[in-house]
């Protein structure tokens, strides 16, 4: 079902003065609360998209609110140059959430640019230039992300892409593996290659195939991580740990930010001056990543996920309507079974019915990545809508 977009002076003047480069939906929200939104006309949405996963701990949640205005009101920005006491505490509570291996962590201000950072290192620590990722991975925009992403449809915008980027079958990345490898660059499950769940057994392997050829292994956990998946990391399942991790979206329920995970061994070999950012680790950046991670721990946000997936992947696969559910915790895909088999047709549907959902590189598959605090309730709700297609 195609909709008018609402509030035709803000559609107007974004088409005028953003560059065009993003599919937008026809609504203007202008107004969250939970695991709502609200447009301009007033219509409310239940929001399993998540603002692509990143709203964490709902819209506006009362202590991210707190927390913004609080420090903002004391002060919003200095650099890494000096000592800051709110950086001092979200750094301490990120790497002690993470737990062993993970020792010490980088701040920056996007998933893509933790990525560049990790790739960076990888290469300098080691000395060599090969970086190998998998097929139907998404990393970044960037230039080194992009150059490392397996989806042909984005990396091939490059028609000059950073060399020494290799991309491969899962299945095979073990394999390929060598003494002239720098890092194995892993999304453990593929979220926009359509929520593609890299087998436990394959990631041991090239956790095995690294540790043999003193490579390093990174997971992109920027959509996984930060409780997505009913554990704080995804490292650490199938107790495979990754040398690095890459984390971002959720980190700051919204306000923009990320982090470069390091094991003790790998941060004792990097230098004064080898990464550096000026934005990263800004004092409201940092209040907004205490923020979250004090809610993650106070309401039990890591509990809720395994209990809410549960419930969804138990009540979504007695759908008719459905033939498959993939992923884990509250990163879902949805694949659909007769006329529905286009994602995007159920997508406009439901968004019609006041439901927020994403869609994938793979057409078949139907994305839900809401925030972390959703309700069974509220799953029903959905499930109900979604029945009634």
Known sequence: MQETPTNTNTVADEDRYQLKTYAKWPISLERGEGCYVYDSDGKRYLDLYGGHAVVATGHCHPKIVRAIQEQAAQFIFYSNVVYNGVRARAVRKLVEAAGPPYYQAFLANSGSEANENAIKLA??????????????????????????????????????????????????????????????LVEPIQSLGGITVIPGEL????????????????????????????????????????????????????????????????ARQVKSGDLGTTFGGGPLACACIEATLDVIQEEDILGNVRRVSSHAHNELSRLPIVEEVRGAGLLLGLRFAGPWASAKSVQRELQAKGILTGTSDDPSILRLMPPLIITEAQIDSFITTLASL
């Open 123 to 184: 290469r300098a620590l080691t000395g060599r230039t090969e970086v190998i990722s998998l097929e139907g991975s998404f990393h970044g925009r960037t230039y080194g992300s992009l150059s490392a992403t397996g989806i042909a449809k984005y990396s091939a915008y490059l028609n000059t892409p950073v060399p020494a980027h290799r991309i491969v079958p899962a299945r095979d990345a073990a394999g390929a593996v060598s003494d002239k490898t720098a890092a194995l």
């Open 203 to 266: 990631l041991a392997g090239m956790r095995q195939a690294c540790s043999n050829h003193d490579a390093l292994l990174i997971f992109d956990e920027v959509q996984v991580g930060i409780g997505r998946t009913g554990q704080f990391l995804y490292s650490g399942i199938n107790d495979v740990y990754p040398d690095l991790v890459t984390l971002a979206k959720g980190i700051a329920s919204g306000f923009p930010a990320s982090a470069l995970l390091l094991t003790e061994a790998v």
